[in-house]
């Protein structure tokens, strides 16, 4: 029986049961959330209530989640560490910042009952701890990052055909410079890297790409995690029928990361499915090149794609992508960018996992600047628990709750970010009104 300091579980609702990456979810499984920092609180509440109204709606009263509080951010600090004042706390280790933010209850309580989701949390930039995001993912081994784009009829968006994008992002979460292997510039840990450097890895001294000035931070690769990353991506690809997985990386530049990224990638598709796979090489040689052969024969086609052309790609054809598997920085990039061609961070769902967890979270930042004045969207949480719901085997609440959004949608009754793109502009209505809507809508 786990122990937590001030965490208390509810006393209603049973455990997520996971073994040998089975999943055993009952009708009544208690699931973890984080409300989060600036409009956390706001689009987190409206959240829960839609997606336990959708629930009742789906399966009447035979299912129910049972949600247990669990903290991060400025309530983590509050309830954990309430006598800690600013001047103390820049007095701290970043690892030690990172415990009064992400509290080891809160890490606890995740391995043992294997669901959460989090509204967004706040990141100091340019100094202090890395990021709650990226401690809760290398904590808890979230390997893969997970984010579906697709447009959602209604939403205003910069590119002349948005609803060709159909594509699921998988972004490797631990590892590239998101690791926090860094030297601040002018530091004694810069000043030993750079001579380390200089005398082992014979770089010049007046080479103007390593100077005495600069800052330094390290990208470490593994084929551990890239190929688990692959392997989560082809899986996908297979239960969804997705016919196409493309692996992005910058290995012409990066060759002893990147580019093994890519060799790895590759080595656990023949590896691993050579039954369900063709490369595109193979294609040319066993299809004469043709894609929707090779599809009727039932593969899946595997080709990769150099980062920068990626960018385009996505933008001048996305109907022929489907599923891509990324590094980390890239996939950060790219999801980011996929987002905006679709209208933005505010209907774009995300979760982080790994054979034992899984972690749905908005996608966008704490926006304080609209905290408290209940008019964001909290469209990128919904639907960031319909993977959740998804992932749980209650497909019929989440496809409830995805057709209400977009029926809500194109019903022009929406918040401020989405009312003032159309033409001619529009009353928002509140994040409250919002959720409200589509609650009736189920």
């Not at 196409?244 to 910058?250: G, L, N, P």
């Not at 972690?359 to 639907?383: C, Q, Y």
């Not at 995805?402 to 929406?414: F, G, L, N, Q």
Request: aromatic share 8%.
């Amino acid at each position: 029986m786990v122990e937590f300091e001030k965490l208390v579980p509810p006393t209603k609702g049973k455990k997520i049961i996971v073994k040998n990456g089975q999943w055993n979810v009952p009708d009544n499984p208690i699931i973890c959330w984080i409300e989060g920092d600036g409009i956390g609180p706001e689009i987190s509440s409206v959240m829960r209530k839609v997606v336990d109204a959708a629930i009742k709606k789906a399966y009447k009263d035979k299912r129910k989640i049972e949600w247990f509080e669990i903290y991060a951010g400025d309530k983590a600090r509050k309830l954990y560490n309430p006598s800690i004042t600013d001047e103390q706390l820049k007095e701290l280790s970043p690892q030690d910042q990172r415990k009064v933010y992400l509290p080891d209850d809160t890490l606890k309580a995740v391995r043992e009952y294997h669901l959460a989701i989090k509204g967004p949390c706040e990141t100091p930039v340019g100094k202090g701890f890395s990021s709650i995001n990226v401690g809760l993912r290398q904590f808890l081994s979230l390997n893969v990052c997970l984010r579906p784009v697709w447009h959602i009829k209604g939403v205003p968006a910069p590119v002349n055909n948005p609803d060709a994008i159909d594509m699921v992002v998988f972004r490797e979460n631990l590892e590239d410079i998101y690791a926090g292997i860094e030297a601040y510039p002018n530091t004694d840990r810069a000043k030993q890297m750079i001579d380390f450097l200089r005398k082992q890895w014979k770089v010049p001294e007046d080479s103007e790409s390593l100077r005495d000035s600069s800052g330094i931070s390290v990208k470490p690769m593994s084929p551990e995690n890239s190929k688990n990353l692959v392997r989560s991506a082809i899986d996908y690809a297979i239960k969804k029928k997705r016919h196409v997985v493309t692996i992005c990386h910058k290995g012409n530049i990066m060759k002893a990361t990147e580019g093994q990224f890519r060799n790895w990638a590759y080595d656990v598709a023949k590896e691993e499915f050579r039954d369900t796979i063709v490369t595109e090489e193979e294609l040319d040689e066993r299809y004469s090149g043709d894609v929707k052969k090779a599809i009727a024969d039932g593969k899946i086609i595997v080709n990769d794609r150099i980062q920068d052309a990626m960018f385009q790609q996505v933008l001048l054809r996305p109907m022929e992508y489907e599923v891509l598997a990324l590094p980390n920085l890239n996939g950060d990039y790219l999801s980011d960018q996929l987002a905006a061609q679709v209208g933005g961070l505010g209907f774009a769902p995300g979760a982080n996992l790994n054979d034992e967890i899984f972690f749905a979270e908005a996608t966008h930042g704490t926006a304080p600047k609209h905290a408290g004045k209940n008019e964001i969207n909290p469209g990128s949480i919904i639907l960031s628990a319909c993977l959740m719901l998804e992932h749980m085997g209650w497909d019929e609440a989440s496809k409830m709750i995805k057709t209400s959004v977009s029926k809500t949608v194109e019903s022009k009754k929406v918040t401020y970010d989405i009312a003032r793109q159309l033409d001619p502009p529009i009353d928002p209505i509140s994040t409250t009104e919002f959720s409200d809507e589509i609650i009736k809508n189920l």
